[in-house]
């Protein structure tokens, strides 16, 4: 399974969008939100939709 390069969700086998920069450079996306929001330059940070990673507690 390939990860979203912007919100670093797993993605499901042909789901989301890949994108290939002119230097080679392979970029999956999960979705169209993603996409944009990377293209934009948007720091994953002050982002609040996106899902936080939670530490599992043993």
Known sequence: MAKCTFCSR??????GIIFVTAKGKILHFCSR???VAFRLGRNKKKLGWIRKKKKEVK
């Open 33 to 35: 939100k993603c996409r």
């Open 10 to 15: 797993d993605i499901e086998q042909g789901r």
